[in-house]
Each structure stands twice: as structure tokens, then as C-alpha cells.
């Protein structure tokens, strides 16, 4: 907790740097952006996220772990942010669907989700994509089967599934493509 | 003029949704707010003895906590009717927080309110709660003996009686009969975004923002709850994170958030946990169905008996009516259905996607397949024999059907083999078989006038708008293309607005209608503010469309022509410039057809569905899904694929995953989070192939439009079940199929 700067009040830690279980500042590295709010130490990722810092892209479904909607990246890694601290991101980079886009335009997996109807309701999506996302870069998506087993932990109840596939598999192909010209 | 209607237009909320700006309920940002949580019974039935709020009053944060003892009791009583119609639309007749009364494990028995989302769930768990338990009912089975049969379901709008000729006549008569009982487990909808609802007053008036599928019916049914006017209650809703039936009634934690904020003097934001969920919003009650089907040897039927029995609340006679479907479809002049009820300690049930349809088709459609299998007929052809072109309750003649060529293009397409000798086919250790089912929905409709209003500015562009809500089924995409080629304008020039009780009325979106009566309300306000801009062009002096006949004038891109002279026009813009005329605008309306129409109003599809059954384990894998329908038009053949596809994959969660228990012991629910209620996941779901069949339909509504929304469910999960038979030659009845049904057969070589 030595990143802690004491400008928006809360209790000074003490002397061994412990904190109590009041609202303390916690300066989280959001989508680049360091911001800083008092946030108790009970507080998931995903809370910190939408109920403190507006970013409200990443949802809340189940709160257990289950749903997959809060799926965000800490450190490159697609974790759940409702099972996931807030205190323990501290000194890490924490992305979510709001930082992936570059300026005016789509990220290549949001296009597809688009091109190929990959949702419905919408509420599970953002989830989906940085799943889908992450997927590429651990190389699970070598075919559908590995697709669709590493893309299970993240729930659509509208069941865009097959949809979702083909867009994960339009992302693949056209990066595959991408490295195949520059080869 | 159609250039638009049909097209696959991506959905105009992509890229919000994709990008994580559209905002749903419970991201309604507003200053001051507090959060609510609820604090639900342990028990399923008895008495609450004594709360000790001390502790969570004093918590950190804690603004209020509520109970039956200090709350203040709701001036209205709730009485159920479905959304569909217009009214306050309870989903059970039952207000909790009023009195020390125990009906159900989950009914809520304190509101904690606090600054923080995490102070209100601490302080919710330091509530205490003492009760008085008593003995409880929530399966058929702890409840057998005292069923009754009501005089009518589903909200009082369904007999559960349907009788046509003589069943036991029929049954005596019929060369082969089959008799057999299924059993259905409970479902619950578990869309992914939770119920919510924010609530802010100002002085007398509350706005509502809520998780609905009717956001009329959240505003009619907040003021009657709480004494209230509808005009002091105005409801926000733009996004949902889908419903399926969880949000088509409008459940007590709706009013109570309103009542709450208003006690608390600030506004306050409720949101259900996940395991809430499974007790706040109804369910589809778990159900046992007999059905006895009498059948000459050339396939006629002579009878069928469907019967089925379903526990309900104590405040409610609800059931899913499981025999609209089967009562109707198939020519047979000796029919009988009932429906018994269980008092029990549970919720009342609610829709459920499908509700009713879903169930009565897997028992109907299984014994059928049972009937072909002893006939030796071909499952398609015992269907194609037997469906009626008539409505067998009413023997009107459909408005439209196309069910043969579903038939047709759907067993073209998924390659159906006639020969259904089971264990025939088999890919290592995997056997593998093809099941088909008739699938069916009705249109359903409201006795309420349905509205939108269309307004032009000069500049040509336009806004349509009426009171609905988008979850998922595209309605803000397709009404723009609707109300495009209503107005003649480039589908870039209009905007659907939604989500706002202040619009123009149209129904709660259940029942699969929205699409049919919201695009008849819009292409009326579309076509009537043309109709009246060509009439204002062709009665101007300064127009060159003066003095023409308004029927002999298009409009193309916003651009008045005469049709046999297309260079003879004018832009709306120009006429509208000339006359000084800022903006003009209509009112659409559309009295949906009536009870008393001369046809029937069925959609029709037909399902195929190739499984592998592990030899070994038992597992049922899907391979394969291919659903063939004959919704009227489609509006736009990207989102009515994706939301018929949707429905095929919850019937495959209807027929192999889904189901929760009532643990009997203690009343409560046994599967109360995505974790234990199994609903598929990606590695589940094959690739899913969709025939549409566009039958044209002059009769239903102005557009010949039917509803995708909920049929994609019907009959997949008996296509399934059959092919389970057809690879195994095991019959399940019992849903969801597991592994236990299976494994003492398969290895042995069938039942």
C-alpha cells in the first residue's frame, strides 16, 4: 500500500502500513489512467469499477464467479472483477471494455461481435469480448472446439453462442492474415 | 414501398453494447443515491416471531431498515393480470412487508438501505430474524393428495379445462394407444443482468427506472400499489440485460424500492443478487404430465388426454397452460385437457419463455414419436398426416400456416433419414440418433390500442417513438426499418426512440407480440404522417405535385414523386420550407385483431435434432439443431436468426440442463446460482442451422408479422428426447435428461 497518497482524507495507515476496514484512497491504473478513490478493503474490482470510477462497461451478472460478465484484464490476464479485490490491483493494469477501442473507432473482436450479431440483450457482451480477446492472445482458439471450451466461463442467456464463435473466428482469421502479410 | 423491412440491418445498439456504453438500470447514475438490499425468509411457511434490526441499524452507512413492524403498509392490493393488457400487472397477488406472515422461503422480511453498495449487503446480514416455522408444501408430491382443479390459470385468462367430443370413446376406438407421464423440472429465466429499479422522487412524483419488459406496466402498477396516479409515476427503461419472462410482470421489490425512497427521502437503487433471483420473479413451476394418445393404424388420431398437475402459491391459481398448443393443432375429435393445482408454499410461477407451449409440446410431441415408432410410420409423416388446417378449438382456418414446408425445407436441410430403428448409428463410442418435433405458437394479442408517433423535421429526418424497451430482441433496429419504408425515407434519416412511459403506449413486449403490434403501430404513424404530407403537397399551389391524386404520389428517400413521372416531385423538406412548417408529426394506432376474429393465429415451424449418447457414460451430446418457421415476415432476417436461434438453444437447456428443486425438507430452493442451475455455455451449443419460411399473412396484424421470440423453444427439447430414443432406444420422459436416466441402459442395450 506505499503507492497511498493521503490527499482525499481516510485514516493515516498505521505504522506497519496495515489499513482498517474503513474507506481508504486506493489508486488503481485503469484503461491507462491512474485514479485514485477511498474505497473500503471489501470492495470486488468490478465495484470499484461501476460504482466508483463510472466505468459501467463491465457487468455485474452473479457476483459468484459464474456469469463471466465481469471478465476485465489485470496485468494482460482476463480475471473476474467480482472475485477479484480492488486493494489487490494496486501497482497493476487493470483493462476493461472502455479502454480496448483505439480513438473513434472499434477494437478488430468488437467489430466482429457487431458484423456477426453476437449478442442480443447486450448485458453479457462485454464480458464476451475480453474473454474473446484474451483468448487469442493465450492461443486457445485454434478451432471451434477450443474455442467454445475457452470461452465457457462466460455465460450468454440469449445464446448468441455459434454467433459469437464466428466473430471470435473472423478476429482470428483476419489477425492470422494480418501476420501471414508481414511474414 | 419495402426496401428496408427484411433486411438483415445490423443492430443499430452494436456498438454501444459492444463498447460498454449502453447503460442499463442499475448503472442510472444519480446524486445522493442509496442502495437497497433485501433481507428474505429462511423458512417457507409460518410466522416471523421477532426481528432484531439493532445491529444493522448501526452499522456503518446504514441510512434505514425496514421491516413489516415499522414500514409503512402499502395502500394498494395487488391483484395478478398479466402485462399484456394494459393494467397494473402484479406477478402475484401478495405484497410482502405487510404483516409477520411467512408464504415462501425468499419473501422479503427487511430492506436494508445504506450509502454503500457494501454496507447495505454487511448490514443485511446482521438482521435477525426469528420464526415460527410451519409444515410447508412445495412439490407435487408432498401435495398429491389435496390437488384441486381451478376454474382458470395463467391470470385468470386460460380455463383449465379444454374438452372437445369424447375422449374415452376416442381411446376405445383407436387401434394403438399411448399412455405415458413425463415430468418436467422447474425453470428459472436468469437473464444476465439481474432485476433492477431506481427510484427518485420529486415532491409528489416518483421517477421509476426499472428492469422490464412493459414499462407501462411497471408505471400502472407502482401507482396502484403505492395510491398513486399514473401521472405521478413516469418509468425510464432503455436497455435490459434480457428478461424471458423474469421481467414481463412487475414483482414487489418494483413498488417497494418507490416506497422505500420515499420513506428515506433520497433516491435509492435495489438490485437482486443472483440467488435472489431465483425467488423474486415467479418461475416455471416444475410439472408432471400425463398424456394418452388413441391412434388408428393408417395414423389418424382418435384422442389425446393431456393432463397435467403443478404446484402454485397460496395467492394464485396459476398454471402454464400446456395444452393451447396440443388442443389445437392436430386434427382429432376427441380432446381432453386439465390442469390440477397443488397449493403450495412457493412463489406464484410465472411465464417462462415459451410458457405453457414448451412444456405441453415436449409431452405431446415424445408420445407422438412414440405413436410413429409403434406404427412404424415415419415421425414426419404421422405430423404431416395429422396437422390440422383449422384451429381444432374454434375450426377456424388459420390465418396462415406454412408447416408443411417447414416439414419440407427443414428435413431437406437437415438430411432426415425415415428409418428410426434406434442404435442403428453409432461414431466410436458414441451412438448416435435423429429426433423431430412440430413446433407451434400462438400470436398473441391485447384488447389495447397500440401507438407510436412519427415526427419529420425539415431537414428529413425523422423520429418514431413509442413506449417500449430493448432487450435484446432488436426492437430498436427493426422499427427503424420499419419506419423507414413507412415515411419513404433512407433508413440513416430515422431514429426509434423508446423507453419512456411519456410515449405513446404500446403493449408490455411478452407473448412474442412486440414485434407484430409495435411495427403496426409504427408503420400506421409512418404511413399516416406521408399520407399527410402528400396530401398537404398535393394541395399546394406552390408545389409541383399540385393537383395530383395522392395515391398516384411515392416517396422515395424523402423525395414526393409521381409514380408514372418521377421527375414531377419535391423533397418533405421543401415542402415543409415553403410552408414554414419546422416539424410535423402523427399519431399511429392499431387495434390489435381481435378474440372474435374468423381465423386462428398460429405460428408453425417444425425441429430436427441429431444427438450422441455415450455408450459408455451416458452423456447426451447435441450435434446438431436445425429449425425450420413460418413466422409471417420477418422484419429483419439478422435479429429474428439470432432470437429463434436463441429459443433452440433453450429448449436444448430445457431438454438436457436446466432444472432446480425445492428441497422438500426445508421448502427452499436447491440450485440458486448460475454455479448449480446449469444453463448452457458455449461448449454446449453446436452450430444451429434456421430455415425461414415467410408466409404471407394478411390477416394478424398490418404487416403479416408472427413473432420470433419464444417458438424457437417449442419442440426442441422433444426432437432431442426423441433422438435420445431414436440413438439409445431408451424413452426419457423426464427433463432435464442426465446421465443417471441413461446409464442403466445404454450399456445393456436399450429398455
Redesign the interface.
Same mark, same amino acid.
Given at each position: 500500500m506505499d503507492q497511498r497518497d493521503h490527499t482525499v482524507g481516510g485514516p493515516p495507515p498505521t505504522p506497519d502500513g496495515a489499513r482498517g476496514p474503513v474507506a481508504a484512497p486506493v489508486r488503481l491504473r485503469v484503461n491507462g489512467v491512474d485514479r485514485e478513490v477511498p474505497l473500503e478493503p471489501r470492495v470486488s474490482l468490478l465495484d470499484a469499477l461501476r460504482e466508483h470510477l463510472g466505468l459501467t462497461g463491465s457487468k455485474k451478472g452473479c457476483d459468484q464467479g459464474t456469469c463471466g460478465a465481469c471478465t476485465v484484464w489485470v496485468d494482460g490476464r482476463r480475471v473476474l472483477g467480482c472475485l477479484t479485490l480492488a486493494v489487490t490491483c494496486v501497482g497493476r493494469e487493470v483493462t476493461t471494455i472502455e479502454g480496448i477501442a483505439p480513438a473513434d473507432g472499434l477494437h478488430p473482436m468488437q467489430q466482429a461481435f457487431v458484423d456477426h450479431d453476437a449478442f442480443q440483450c447486450g448485458y453479457c457482451t462485454p464480458g464476451q469480448i475480453m474473454s474473446a480477446i484474451a483468448l487469442l492472445d493465450e492461443g486457445h482458439a485454434g478451432d471451434d472446439a477450443q474455442i467454445a471450451e475457452w470461452m465457457s466461463g462466460n455465460i450468454c442467456r440469449c445464446a448468441a453462442y455459434p454467433n459469437i464463435r464466428a466473430a471470435i473466428r473472423q478476429c482470428r482469421d483476419q489477425r492470422e492474415g494480418a501476420r501471414g502479410a508481414t511474414a | 414501398m419495402t426496401t428496408n423491412i427484411g433486411r438483415?440491418v445490423?443492430?443499430v &445498439?452494436?456498438?454501444?453494447?459492444?463498447?460498454?456504453?449502453?447503460?442499463?438500470t442499475? /448503472?442510472t447514475?444519480l446524486p445522493g443515491l442509496l442502495h437497497a438490499t433485501i433481507v428474505g425468509a429462511t423458512i417457507a411457511h409460518g410466522r416471523v416471531v421477532a426481528v432484531d434490526t439493532s445491529a444493522a441499524r448501526t452499522a &456503518?452507512g446504514v441510512v434505514a431498515v425496514y421491516t413489516h413492524e415499522n414500514l409503512p403498509k402499502i395502500p394498494g392490493q395487488p391483484h395478478l393480470i398479466p402485462s399484456l393488457f394494459g393494467f397494473p400487472a402484479p406477478g402475484q397477488s401478495h405484497f410482502p412487508l405487510q404483516d409477520d406472515r411467512i408464504h415462501f422461503a425468499g419473501q422479503p422480511v427487511a430492506v436494508v438501505v445504506a450509502e454503500?453498495?457494501?454496507q447495505a449487503q454487511?448490514a443485511a446480514r446482521l438482521v435477525r430474524v426469528e420464526y415460527a416455522p410451519e409444515p410447508s408444501i412445495t412439490t407435487v408430491e408432498q401435495g398429491r393428495e389435496q390437488a384441486y382443479e381451478p376454474e382458470r390459470i395463467f391470470g385468470g385468462f386460460v380455463p383449465a379445462r379444454t374438452e372437445r367430443g369424447d375422449v374415452a370413446a376416442g381411446l376405445a376406438e383407436a387401434d394403438v394407444r399411448v399412455d405415458a407421464t413425463y415430468r418436467l423440472a422447474a425453470n428459472h429465466h436468469?437473464?444476465? /443482468?439481474?432485476s433492477a429499479t431506481v427510484a427518485v422522487w420529486d415532491g409528489d412524483q416518483v421517477t421509476v427506472h426499472d428492469t422490464t419488459m412493459g414499462i407501462k406496466a411497471t408505471q400502472l402498477t407502482v401507482s396502484a400499489l403505492l395510491g398513486l396516479h399514473p401521472t405521478q409515476v413516469r418509468v425510464l427503461t432503455r436497455?435490459?440485460?434480457?428478461s424471458?419472462g423474469a421481467k414481463a410482470m412487475v414483482w414487489p421489490h418494483v413498488a417497494l424500492t418507490a416506497h422505500v425512497a420515499r420513506q428515506v427521502g433520497r433516491p435509492v437503487k435495489l438490485?437482486l443478487?443472483?440467488p435472489q433471483m431465483s425467488a423474486a420473479h415467479g418461475h416455471r413451476e416444475a410439472q408432471e404430465h400425463r398424456v394418452a394418445v388413441g391412434v388408428r393404424r393408417d395414423g389418424t388420431l382418435t384422442a389425446i388426454q393431456h393432463q397435467k398437475i403443478s404446484v402454485t402459491s397460496p395467492f394464485d391459481d396459476w398454471a402454464e397452460p400446456v395444452v393451447g398448443v396440443s388442443s389445437s393443432i392436430y386434427r382429432c375429435a376427441n380432446f381432453s385437457g386439465v390442469h390440477r393445482l397443488v397449493r403450495g408454499n412457493t412463489m406464484t410461477p410465472t411465464f417462462t419463455r415459451g410458457p405453457g407451449e414448451a412444456a405441453g409440446m415436449f409431452a405431446l410431441e415424445s408420445t407422438l414419436d412414440e405413436v410413429a415408432e409403434r406404427l412404424g410410420i415415419d415421425p414426419v409423416e404421422l405430423r404431416l398426416r395429422n396437422l390440422s388446417e383449422t384451429d381444432q378449438n374454434t375450426g377456424k382456418p388459420w390465418s396462415s400456416s406454412g408447416v408443411a414446408e417447414c416439414f419440407a425445407r427443414g428435413a431437406a436441410r437437415f438430411g432426415w433419414d425415415p428409418d428410426r430403428t434406434p442404435r442403428r448409428r453409432r461414431d466410436g463410442h458414441w451412438l448416435i440418433g435423429t429426433g423431430v418435433a412440430t413446433s407451434a405458437y400462438p400470436v398473441v394479442y391485447s384488447a389495447q390500442v397500440q401507438r407510436a408517433r412519427a415526427r419529420l423535421y425539415s431537414d428529413g429526418t425523422a423520429v418514431v417513438e413509442t413506449g417500449t424497451q430493448e432487450?435484446?430482441?432488436?426492437v430498436s433496429t427493426v422499427m427503424g426499418q420499419v419506419a423507414a419504408d413507412a415515411l419513404g425515407l433512407a433508413l440513416d434519416r430515422v431514429r426509434f426512440e423508446f423507453g419512456d412511459t411519456n410515449m405513446p403506449n404500446s403493449s408490455a413486449t411478452v407473448g412474442s407480440a412486440g414485434a407484430g403490434s409495435i411495427s403496426a403501430a409504427v408503420h400506421r404513424a409512418g404511413t399516416a404522417l406521408r399520407d399527410q404530407l402528400v396530401g398537404r403537397a398535393v394541395a399546394d399551389p406552390g408545389s409541383p405535385l399540385h393537383g395530383a391524386a395522392p395515391e398516384s404520389v411515392v416517396v422515395t428517400d424523402g423525395r414526393m414523386a409521381l409514380r408514372d413521372d418521377p421527375e414531377v416531385g419535391e423533397t418533405y423538406g421543401e415542402l415543409m420550407h415553403r410552408g414554414l412548417q419546422g416539424e410535423v408529426e402523427a399519431i399511429g394506432e392499431w387495434r390489435p385483431t381481435g378474440f372474435d376474429a374468423p381465423f386462428g393465429m398460429m405460428t408453425f415451424g417444425a425441429q430436427f435434432a441429431e444427438v450422441a449418447v455415450d455408450e459408455d457414460l451416458g452423456l447426451v451430446r447435441v450435434r446438431r439443431l436445425v429449425g425450420a418457421f413460418a413466422p409471417g415476415r420477418v422484419l429483419n432476417r439478422?435479429?429474428a436468426?439470432?432470437?429463434l436461434?436463441?429459443g433452440m438453444?433453450?429448449g436444448m437447456g430445457q431438454a438436457l440442463l436446466e432444472g432446480n428443486e425445492f428441497d422438500p425438507r426445508s421448502g427452499r430452493w436447491a440450485n440458486n446460482?448460475?454455479?448449480e442451475y446449469l +444453463?448452457?455455455?458455449?461448449? &454446449? +451449443?453446436? /452450430?444451429?442451422e434456421i430455415e425461414l419460411v415467410e408466409v404471407e399473412d394478411r390477416l394478424v396484424n398490418p404487416l403479416g408479422v408472427k413473432g420470433v421470440g419464444e417458438i424457437g423453444l417449442v419442440g426442441t427439447a422433444a426432437a432431442i428426447a426423441n433422438a435420445v430414443h431414436h440413438a439409445t432406444g431408451q424413452r426419457v420422459r423426464d427433463l432435464p435428461i442426465t446421465v443417471e436416466q441413461l446409464l442403466p441402459a445404454v450399456p445393456f442395450g436399450g429398455s
Open positions: - | 438483415p445490423p443492430r &445498439d452494436g456498438r454501444q453494447k459492444v463498447t460498454g456504453a449502453a447503460r442499463y442499475a /448503472e447514475v &456503518d454503500e453498495h457494501e454487511y436468469h437473464p444476465i /443482468e439481474p436497455f435490459v440485460g434480457g424471458f438490485v443478487t443472483r432487450f435484446g430482441t432488436g439478422s435479429t436468426r439470432s432470437q436461434m436463441g438453444i433453450w446460482g448460475l454455479g +444453463v448452457a455455455v458455449n461448449a &454446449d +451449443v453446436p /452450430e444451429v
